[in-house]
Nanobody, 112 residues
């Protein structure tokens, strides 16, 4: 069974840092690109970042470029989203997504 499990969310102050993790189960994780998508309160899903299957390429939404870093450890079936200098507008439920599979999401709240 394909499963994606996010963790690491919580409350963080503006200018702080937070690292989200995504654990993958039930499929060959190293075969596919992996995306992070977020959904702010009251809004639709917003793509955040993507990392290629071999970690050779990374892509970011303009709103997070320079502040967030995506990475993966294929040997451990893990992916990460390092959030530096978060802003209140980064408040959202964050999901990892591989093809049509989504995790359950982890809440990130940026507030002082």
């Amino acid at each position: 069974e394909v499963q994606l499990v996010e963790s690491g969310g919580g409350l963080v102050q503006p200018g702080g840092s937070l690292r989200l993790s995504c654990a993958a189960f039930g499929f060959s994780f190293g075969t596919f690109d992996m995306n992070w998508v977020r959904q702010p309160p009251g809004k639709g899903p917003e793509w955040v970042s993507r990392i290629s299957n071999d970690s050779g390429s990374t892509y970011y939404a303009d709103s997070v470029r320079g502040r967030f870093t995506v990475s993966r450890d294929t040997a451990k079936n893990l992916a990460y989203l390092q959030m530096n200098n978060p802003k209140p507008e980064d408040t959202a439920v964050y999901y990892c997504k591989v093809r049509d599979y989504w995790g359950q999401g982890t809440q990130v709240t940026v507030s002082s």
